[in-house]
C-alpha cells in the first residue's frame, strides 16, 4: 500500500508557484492545439472574452464540455473553472492492476485536484507537470477557498470550493449536494483536502453556497458561463438501459443537476460583466451523452481522451502528497464511459435568429443574461450593428425562436425558467411568447404558452420552442417533451391557441427543425436513436403523421430547408463519423436522395443551410471551433472554406439587402459577430 500522504503547512493567502509541479512523469500525449504557452505571461487571458465554468465535480469539465474547453484555452480567454463538491466518493483512488488501497477522502480529493492541474497544463502548455500557484483566497463573506493559477499563465484558474460530496446526518442516509438543494435547513461542511492550502473545514448552507457562487462571479465578471444540464431527461433504468449513477429516473448524475441549479439561481443576481455589457450562459448534458449516437469525430474523441489520460495520471509520477491524479480514469479507461465521444448542448440548436426585417436591414435576436435582446443593422448592407436592445423575458434559457408576420410583425418564442425553488412543484419551466402588435412598434408583455406537461417535474424537460406558419396562416409551435416525443400548439387566426396535443410518438434528442413546403404543409424534423424521425402534414392545416424516412443514425439534431421547387433540404452529421450528410426529398416523393457534400469527418454539432442565388449554401463547424462553409448546387463539386471566430451554441445564415450571404455568431464575448461569406460556387 502506498504510504499515507504527509501534510503541507500553507499560510491562506500564500502562493507557492512550484507547490503542484510534478517531476519524474511518465510522458503524456500533447494535444494539438496546445498553444497557450506561447502567450507571453502579460498578454495571458486577454482575448477579451471571459469564461467560467460551474461543474458539480473535478472531471466534469473534460468528460462533458471538451473540446470547447480546449477552443478556450487555445483562443487566450480568461477561464475560471469551478468545482463545487470534492468528489471524494468513497475515498479510494484505485489503480487498476494493484490491490485496492484502504480508503482515505482527504487524499483522493487532492489527487482529483492534482490530475485536473495535469490536464489543464498539458491543454495550455503541452506539458502536463507545468507549475502552479496554490492560494487560500478569502471571499467577502469570509469563505475560503482553494484558487490554482498556471504558472505564467494568470488567465488560466481552478478554484476549489470542497464541499463534502457525501456527508452524513446522523445514523440516516448520506446525503450531497440535491439535497442541499432541496431542503434550505440542511448544513453541510467542506472537505480539507490533502495539499489544500486551505486549511479549515467551513459549514455550508443553501443560501450560502448561492452567496460564494454569486462573489465569484462579480469578481471574475465572466462574459460566457458554462455549467451543466438543470433538467435532464427522462430515463427507463432496465436491462437494456443501466442506471450506472444517473439519478433515479432520470438520465444523470443528481450532482450535475444540483450545481446547474445552484449556477442558475446565482446567476439571477449576477450584476454582469460590467460596462453595460450582457453575458450568455450554455448548459452541457452529462449522462445524456451515453443514450444517444456518439457525435464527435475520432480525432476530438481522442483528445478529450488525451486530456482525461493526463487528468487520470500515474502512482508516483509527481511530488504532491496526496497523489497523481484520478488512476482508474488514465491509460485511456475514460472510453468505457459512454461519455467520451459525445459533448452535447442542453439547447444545441440555440443560434443568433438573423433575418430581413420589414424595412431590409438584417435583424437578429438573442438571449443574453436570461433575457432576449435585438440588434439590427445600422443601414441596408452595410456591417455595422446596433448595441443589443433589451426586450425583456426574466429567466429565457438559450434557444429562441423568432417569426415574421405576413404583415411585418416579430414574433418571439422561448423557454423561461418560471421558478427556481429548492420543491419540485416550485421549479418550473414554460414556453412563453412575445410579439409586436404593429410593424415597428415595441413588444408586448411577455406571456406564458405553458408546457406540454402538467407537472411541474415533467415540465422541466420540455424542450426549446421551434415555429413554422401553415399556407393558411395559422402558427404552429413545436417543443420536445417529457417523453422525448414531440408537442404542439397551433394559433389560429384569431389569436387563440390550441391545447398542447402530442404528434405520433417517436423519441428524438433534443433540437427540433420545422419547414413549410411549398404546398403550404408543415413539417418537423428530429434524430432519433436510428434514423431521422419526419412528421408531416398531409395537406395545409392538416393532421401530422409519422413518416418514414430510411435515413441513415444522425449525431446531432438536423435542419430543413424548403426549396421553390418544392424538395426538402435536410442537413445532419452521421453517427459515430459526424460526417456531414444531405439528403433531398424531391416534390411529391417519398424517397430521400443524398447529395455529395465533400466535408471529411471534422467538427461536431448543428449545420446549418441558407439558400443563396438559387443554390444552397451550407456552414458545419470544426474541430477547433471554427466555421466551414461551401455553396451546394447541381453541377459543381462543393468547395470549402473557412471563417475564423469561435461560436458559443451554433451559427446562422441570413442574407443581407444587397443580396449578400452572412454568417452570424454570437462570440464568447457575448457579442453579436457577422462575416460577410465570399461566394465561391465554381
Not at 115 to 136: K, S
Not at 227 to 252: E, F, I, K
Not at 318 to 333: H, K, L, Q, S, T
Amino acid at each position: 500500500m502506498r504510504p499515507q500522504p504527509t501534510r503541507r503547512t500553507l499560510v491562506a493567502g500564500l502562493v507557492a508557484l512550484t507547490a503542484a509541479g510534478c517531476s519524474g512523469a511518465t510522458r503524456t500525449a500533447s494535444l494539438p492545439s496546445a498553444g497557450r504557452g506561447a502567450v507571453a505571461a502579460a498578454d495571458d487571458g486577454r482575448s477579451g472574452s471571459r469564461v467560467m465554468q460551474i461543474l458539480a465535480h473535478p472531471d466534469d469539465d473534460l468528460y462533458f464540455m471538451n473540446p470547447e474547453v480546449q477552443q478556450t484555452i487555445g483562443a487566450n480567454d480568461q477561464l475560471v473553472s469551478v468545482y463545487l463538491n470534492c468528489g471524494e466518493t468513497g475515498g479510494v483512488n484505485k489503480v487498476p492492476g494493484r490491490p485496492k488501497p484502504e480508503p482515505n477522502l482527504a487524499a483522493y480529493a487532492g489527487a482529483r485536484r492534482q490530475g485536473l492541474r495535469q490536464a489543464y497544463a498539458l491543454m495550455a502548455t503541452g506539458d502536463p507537470h507545468a507549475g502552479w500557484g496554490m492560494q487560500a483566497l478569502a471571499l467577502p463573506d469570509g469563505t475560503l477557498i482553494e484558487v490554482n493559477t498556471l504558472a505564467g499563465h494568470t488567465g488560466v484558474q481552478l478554484i476549489f470550493l470542497g464541499v463534502h460530496q457525501h456527508f452524513a446526518v446522523g445514523r440516516g442516509r448520506k446525503r450531497g449536494l440535491p439535497d442541499l438543494w432541496a431542503d434550505p435547513t440542511t448544513v453541510t461542511s467542506t472537505l480539507i483536502s490533502t495539499g489544500s492550502p486551505v486549511r479549515r473545514s467551513q459549514k455550508i448552507t443553501r443560501s450560502g453556497l448561492i452567496d460564494v457562487l454569486v462573489q465569484l462571479l462579480d469578481r471574475y465578471r465572466p462574459t460566457l458561463v458554462r455549467t451543466l444540464d438543470p433538467d435532464p431527461d427522462m430515463q427507463v433504468h432496465d436491462g437494456a438501459h443501466r442506471r450506472h449513477h444517473d439519478q433515479a429516473g432520470y438520465s444523470d448524475h443528481p450532482d450535475h443537476t444540483a450545481a446547474a441549479l445552484f449556477t442558475y439561481a446565482a446567476l439571477a443576481r449576477y450584476k454582469g460583466p460590467g460596462e453595460g455589457r450582457l453575458h450568455a450562459v450554455m448548459a452541457y448534458r452529462g449522462y445524456y451523452n451515453e443514450r444517444w449516437p456518439d457525435n464527435l469525430p475520432a480525432q476530438l474523441v481522442r483528445d478529450k481522451a488525451v486530456a482525461l489520460n493526463a487528468y487520470g495520471g500515474a502512482p508516483d509520477s509527481c511530488d504532491f502528497p496526496a497523489g497523481c491524479g484520478d488512476y482508474d480514469v488514465g491509460r485511456n479507461r475514460s472510453y468505457r464511459t459512454g461519455w467520451l465521444q459525445r459533448t452535447s448542448l442542453r439547447y444545441p440548436t440555440a443560434a443568433p435568429q438573423v433575418r430581413q426585417g420589414p424595412d431590409g436591414r438584417l435583424t437578429a435576436f438573442a438571449v443574453l443574461a436570461g433575457q432576449a435582446v435585438r440588434w439590427q443593422q445600422t443601414g441596408k448592407g452595410d456591417g455595422t450593428w446596433t448595441t443589443p436592445e433589451p426586450l425583456g423575458g426574466d429567466g429565457l434559457l438559450p434557444g429562441l425562436s423568432a417569426t415574421l408576420t405576413e404583415d411585418g410583425r416579430w414574433q418571439l418564442f422561448a423557454e423561461r425558467i418560471a421558478a427556481l425553488g429548492p420543491k419540485a412543484a416550485d421549479n418550473r419551466r414554460e414556453i412563453v411568447m412575445a410579439e409586436q402588435p404593429r410593424p415597428g412598434g415595441p413588444f408586448r408583455p411577455w406571456t406564458s404558452l405553458g408546457t406540454p406537461d402538467r407537472t411541474p417535474d415533467h415540465g422541466r424537460r420540455v424542450g426549446g420552442p421551434v415555429v413554422a406558419r401553415g399556407a393558411d396562416g395559422t402558427t404552429w409551435l413545436f417543443a420536445r417533451n417529457w417523453a422525448k416525443g414531440v408537442s404542439a400548439r397551433q394559433r389560429g387566426g384569431d389569436g387563440t391557441w390550441s391545447d398542447w396535443t402530442d404528434l405520433d410518438p417517436a423519441e428524438v434528442q433534443e433540437g427540433l427543425s420545422a419547414v413549410t413546403d411549398g404546398k403550404g404543409c408543415v413539417h418537423v424534423f428530429g434524430s432519433g436513436h436510428n434514423t431521422v424521425h419526419h412528421w408531416q402534414q398531409e395537406h395545409p392545416g392538416g393532421r401530422f403523421f409519422l413518416r418514414r424516412t430510411g435515413l441513415p443514425s444522425p449525431a446531432d439534431p438536423p435542419t430543413a430547408l424548403a426549396r421553390p421547387d418544392g424538395s426538402l433540404l435536410l442537413a445532419f452529421r452521421e453517427a459515430k463519423s459526424a460526417r456531414p450528410l444531405v439528403h433531398r426529398l424531391p416534390a411529391g416523393g417519398a424517397t430521400w436522395q443524398g447529395e455529395h457534400v465533400g466535408l471529411v469527418a471534422r467538427g461536431y454539432g448543428v449545420l446549418a443551410l441558407h439558400p443563396v442565388a438559387g443554390d444552397v449554401l451550407l456552414a458545419a463547424g470544426n474541430n477547433d471551433g471554427t466555421t466551414s462553409l461551401a455553396t451546394l448546387g447541381a453541377g459543381h463539386a462543393p468547395r470549402w472554406q473557412t471563417l475564423t471566430g469561435a461560436v458559443v451554441g451554433a451559427a446562422a445564415l441570413a442574407t443581407d439587402a444587397a443580396g449578400r450571404p452572412v454568417l452570424a455568431r454570437l462570440a464568447p464575448n457575448a457579442t453579436l459577430t457577422t462575416s460577410r461569406v465570399p461566394q465561391n460556387r465554381r
